[in-house]
Every structure is written in C-alpha cells, then in structure tokens.
C-alpha cells in the first residue's frame, strides 16, 4: 500500500483563535521569507512565478528538509518529463496530427502515476508541479531551461525549508 501522497502543513499554522500574537509572528515571517525570495529571484534574473511553484512544492507535505528534498527531487523528474513530453509532442505532430498531445498526456500521465508505488519519490503533486512549472515557462526543452527552472524551484523550496526552520525553532522557544 503507497503512503498518503498529500500531507499538507502550511507555515503560519498557529491558531488564530487560541493565540493570536504567534498566528501573526508565523504569518509575517512566512510573507517575509517570501518577499526576500521574490526579491532574489528577481536579482538572479530567475522568474518569482517558478520560485513559488518551489515554495509550494515544499509545503505539498509535512515540511520537513527530508521530505523537501525527496520532494524537490519529484519536481526534477517532473521538469525533465516536461521538457520530454514537448520533445515528443513536436515529433508526434507531423505524424498523428491533433492526437499528438493526447497520447503523449497519457504516456507522461501514466508514468508520473505509477511512481505512487515508490517508496521515497512518491509524491504525486511534485511531479505534476515540475511539469506545470516547465509547461507554463514555455521555454523550448534544453538542458538550460532545466537548469534555470530547477534553480528556480529550488529557491522556493529553499525559502520553504527557511521559512518553516523559523517556525520550529520559535515554536522549540516557546517551549522550553
């Protein structure tokens, strides 16, 4: 029996209602850390829009940098399906027409789904981010868009593992 492919724990997970100052402390830090990501993307020449399909990657599960790096690694594979998928898609064309997409969707649909069964990179939702995010890009398939999406998405879940690694730490305060 695979895991449960989605865990969601979000940043900023205090409840408003019992504690009102640590809702806002989580809150703030997480849209700080976001901004100085956006920031830096925009620095690095790198689209904020693909460093926030990171930060979302990072939060598909329970954060934690295991889990961020097995899913950061689903979103590499999904990126590299991305640019496979357009491969096939322009060598299709001339050959099937229109159904071109169809069968490539359902050729790259059914090995992302089949990787539920993995014990470590099973995480669905990275998959199909790192497809969206090189899709959405629009960037022709080259080792380069690669780099330049991974890099981008990797900021984001770097940002995702900081801004959580404050949440910890400040939640390991309270409690001591």
Request: proline residues 5%.
């Amino acid at each position: 029996m695979a895991r449960e492919t989605t865990h969601t724990v979000t940043s900023g997970a205090a409840d408003p209602k019992t504690n009102m100052a640590l809702y806002l402390v989580f809150t703030v830090t997480a849209a700080f850390v976001a901004a100085m990501a956006a920031g830096l993307s925009l620095v690095l020449a790198i689209a904020p829009w693909a460093m926030f399909m990171g930060w979302l990657a990072y939060f598909s599960r329970k954060p934690s940098p295991a889990e961020g790096m097995r899913t950061f690694a689903c979103v590499l594979v999904g990126l590299s399906l991305g640019a496979c998928a357009t491969i096939a898609t322009g060598m299709l064309g001339p050959v099937v027409g229109m159904l071109a997409l169809p069968v490539v969707v359902f050729a790259t649909g059914t090995v992302v789904i089949a990787t539920r069964s993995l014990p470590m990179l099973n995480n669905l939702l990275g998959y199909f981010i790192g497809l969206i995010t090189f899709f959405e890009s629009h960037l022709e398939p080259t080792l380069s868009a690669l780099v330049e999406l991974a890099g981008a998405t990797g900021l984001g879940s770097l940002a995702g593992l900081v801004a959580q690694t404050i949440e910890s730490r400040i939640r390991g305060l309270i409690r001591a």
